[in-house]
């Protein structure tokens, strides 16, 4: 089974600019959770979507923003960039109903912003 | 103000050797616990789990132990290897949602 998918892997973008990020869950799974690693803070939950909708949402301001699509695809879009958003960005997936399961993550998008 | 890097307590470990990493937790109310293992360039990568109901959980090469009384959570890695040499993370969840609080990490190192 293939693993979780981010695009891209690098992202260089300029303060205010705005910026989307893709992943694609495992098959099957249909919970995508995004999370922003920084040495400064560690790994942050950002929010979560389950069937389209966001079920959970991490204490990040308004301008970071996701939506899942019905294929279970996510993306999320971060907008007015600043210097402070340069992190690693993971998703990962899980089945996400009954019981809990694990989280499978991709291996990130690296977004700088200068 | 200026950020600074969070210090990643770090332990250095024998190739053969047995390593163990800690974890302490807060959320009383946390019963459903996952370990990670994060090589460079990577995400991290699940090794295994154990739900509140249970205190030790053993897969290959390793065992989580789980002492809900004092609220610690630790991972033994057996017979180290230099490709277990990586950051380590505990994530725990209370099931009020699908959201993972993750500590700091350990880095460990295998010396060969």
């Known amino acids: 089974k293939a693993g979780v998918t981010q695009t891209p892997r690098y992202l260089i973008k300029t303060r205010g600019q705005q910026v989307t990020l893709s992943c694609s869950p495992i098959s099957g799974h249909r919970s995508v959770s995004w999370y922003q690693q920084t040495p400064g803070q560690g790994l942050q939950f950002l929010f979560e979507y389950f069937s389209e909708t966001q079920r959970n949402k991490g204490n990040f301001p308004g301008r970071f923003s996701g939506r899942q699509f019905s294929n279970s695809r996510s993306e999320m879009n971060v907008s007015t960039l600043e210097l402070g958003d340069s992190a690693l960005y993971l998703c990962?997936?899980?089945?996400?109903?009954?019981?809990?399961?694990?989280?499978?993550f991709g291996n990130g998008t690296r977004l700088t912003v200068t | 103000g200026e950020s600074v890097g969070l210090h990643l307590p770090t332990l250095s470990v024998q190739e053969g050797d047995n390593s163990i990493i800690n974890c302490a937790y807060s959320?009383?109310?946390?019963?459903?616990f996952i370990w990670y293992k994060q090589e460079s360039g990577k995400g991290p990568q699940f090794i295994i789990d154990i739900r509140s109901n249970m205190d030790k959980r053993q897969g290959q090469r390793v065992t989580v132990l789980l002492n809900k009384t004092v609220k610690h959570l630790s991972l033994q890695i057996a017979a180290t290897q230099p490709g277990d040499s990586a950051v380590y993370f505990c994530?725990?969840?209370?099931?009020?949602?699908?959201?993972?609080?993750f500590g700091t990490g350990t880095s460990l190192t295998v010396i060969p």
């Open positions: 990962a997936s899980s089945l996400g109903q009954g019981a809990r399961s694990p989280l499978h």
């Open positions: 959320n009383s109310a946390s019963d459903y």
């Open positions: 994530a725990e969840n209370d099931n009020t949602g699908n959201q993972f609080y």
